[in-house]
């Protein structure tokens, strides 16, 4: 799978059956932004693999840029306020809850958890 | 707003961000010689035509790719997969502002044109084989 074929694909939740409807349960929720991988895998000689940790999606933009919204810097001063609105909404959902990687679109698991985008430290 | 959600459980390893972290940085070889820039990466299979099971193990980084990005750049979709020279993740050491690998860059596909111009065109310019000095 080449990573540039799954970011900016359509991201849809599970519609619920019965049960009131969540949050995030059904429809569109935005597009994949990013892709987070954690360097946990198994250990090489020169490195350990990257493991895909979750996708980032964000409601209103596909794109990225400097990733402003994924950390608290400020400066200069309105880009990462303007950046930041227009990621607004944006979520980190595991690999645990997706269900569903197709070309066309990524469908996620009933009842998935939206996490911060947050990185620990920004880079 | 994005960052006041709940924080994912904590990592045993580094986080990358595959945009910010990974992609279009220069990749430079074990003598610090650069090599080529990263354009895409390439993970294991995901099957595109059935759900994933639960507990399926997560897909991996098996390698960057490079190759001629501009144009599909410019008006859209990607090269051909055969056309984009792969760098296998395990020659990775490591991921700063640049990406270094922990082998010569000299025996990699990615900087075969680089090579080529340099053995058959300026090495054949008179004072082209040597440093200047």
């Given amino acids: ?123 | 707003m994005t960052l006041n959600r709940k924080p994912p459980p904590p990592a045993a390893g580094r986080i990358l961000d595959a945009q910010l972290h990974l992609m279009d940085r220069q990749v430079l070889d074990v003598d610090a010689v650069p090599v080529t820039t990263v354009d895409d990466l390439e993970l294991t299979d995901v099957d595109p035509n059935a759900e994933i099971p639960p507990g399926s193990p997560a897909p991996v980084i098996i390698s960057l790719l490079t190759g001629p990005a501009l144009g599909t750049r410019i008006f859209g979709g990607r090269p051909p997969s055969r056309r984009l020279v792969r760098i296998p993740w395990t020659d990775v050491s490591d991921v700063s502002v640049v990406i270094r690998l922990g082998v010569s860059g000299e025996h990699l596909d990615a900087g075969w044109v680089q090579r080529w111009v340099r053995d058959k065109i300026i090495a054949r310019i008179p004072g082209g084989d040597h440093d200047p000095g």
């Fill in chain 1, 1 to 123: 799978m080449i990573l540039g074929d799954l970011l900016g694909l359509p991201v849809f939740g599970t519609p619920s059956r019965g049960s009131a409807a969540g949050e995030y349960d059904g429809g569109r929720l935005g597009k994949v932004a990013d892709a987070r991988f954690v360097l946990d895998g198994q250990p090489h000689q020169l490195t350990s693999d990257a493991r895909l940790l979750g996708l980032i999606v964000s409601p209103h933009s596909s794109g990225s840029f400097l990733g402003y919204e994924r950390t608290e810097v400020r400066h200069p001063w309105p880009l990462p306020q303007l950046l930041r609105w227009r990621h607004r909404g944006s979520f980190l959902v595991l690999w645990e809850d997706i269900a569903f990687i197709g070309r066309e679109e990524v469908q996620l698991r009933q009842g998935f958890t939206a996490y911060s985008t947050a990185l620990d430290r920004p880079e």
